[in-house]
């Protein structure tokens, strides 16, 4: 294989050019996949990061259960044109320990939504990435809309501690039948898959009711789950920074636990005017 593993600091100083970067956990799938297809141009060398990080991860949340495919992994990334795989060990990532380090405030943005169910996520989340962006030092960063509330956050740190980084987002790649492609949905049962579409068609109700106003969307939403039998963690309507939502373009929201994974979905909507004062809402 002719893909080159960086560990360290100094291995990654031998990247030739401007670099571009896609961060994941590895267990990687076609979505992974696609997001370094689409890093690929736009920089000299494409580097993709594998790393589980300890810090995202809650008390009682799946860090010891997370999948670790390393083989295919490498197989993936090398299918998609990846040069260097940084895999680095957590005392790379931490060289002072997990524990009274210095990490990334999310800010009130941080507080909602995934951050109100899981609250020291995206603390670990966002640490990790300027973590990375430290060490690789890319030029552009690739992440996928899926976890839409992260790709927020990571562009809001960009910018607010002026960070040379260009952040792209890409589309949710999904299954045929439009279930968003994650590591998570190779724990669901047949019965599990059949019912976890039930998210990506709660969106697309959602978004056909768009023009009608926030009450319509999410009410829509929430009986296209109803009908699979399942119960969100929350349906949000939001602008798409995920402020207020107001008339024209806006975002929506699902996170529900199908089984024992948690599925998180999103999609872009157009809001009629009836839009108007309505704030972000969640179950």
Same mark, same amino acid.
């Given at each position: ?105 999310? @800010? #009130? ?8 169910? $899981?609250?020291?996520? %995206?603390?670990? !989340?966002?640490?990790? /990435? +300027? ?81 009608? @106003? #926030? ?8 009986? $296209?789950?109803?009908? %699979?039998?399942? !119960?969100?963690?929350? /349906? +949000? ?47």
């Amino acid at each position: 294989m002719s893909i080159r593993v960086v560990r360290t600091a100094a291995e990654l100083r031998g990247l030739d050019g401007t670099i571009a970067l896609v961060p994941t956990m590895g267990a990687l799938h076609d979505g992974h996949v696609q997001l370094m297809k689409h890093a690929c141009p736009l920089a000299d060398t494409l580097v993709a990061s594998i790393f589980v990080n300890p810090t995202q991860f809650g008390a009682g949340e799946d860090f010891g259960e997370y999948p670790r495919t390393w083989d295919a992994d490498l197989e993936r990334c090398e299918e998609a044109g990846v040069d260097a795989v940084f895999a680095p060990e957590v005392a790379t990532m931490y060289p002072h320990g997990l524990v009274n380090q210095v990490m990334v405030d999310p @800010g #009130p943005l941080g507080a909602i939504l995934e951050g109100e169910q $899981r609250p020291t996520h %995206f603390r670990g !989340v966002l640490t990790v /990435v +300027a973590k990375l962006f430290g060490l690789v030092r890319p030029d552009v960063a690739v992440f996928g809309e899926k976890d839409y509330q992260q790709l927020a956050l990571i562009r809001l740190m960009v910018e607010t501690l002026c960070l040379d980084v260009e952040v792209v987002g890409c589309p949710t790649v999904r299954e045929v039948d439009g279930l968003a492609m994650s590591s998570r949905n190779r724990y669901l049962t047949r019965d599990e898959r059949t019912r976890a579409v039930a998210l990506s068609q709660a969106l697309d109700a959602g978004v056909a009711a768009g023009p009608h @106003g #926030p009450d319509d969307v999410r009410a829509a939403a929430l009986a $296209r789950l109803a009908d %699979f039998g399942v !119960v969100p963690d929350y /349906v +949000a309507l939001t602008s798409p920074d995920l402020g207020e939502p107001v008339p024209g373009e806006a975002r929506l929201l699902i996170a529900a636990r199908v089984g024992k994974p948690r599925l998180l979905d999103n999609r872009a909507l157009t809001l009629g005017p009836d839009a108007l004062g309505h704030a972000p809402e969640g179950s």
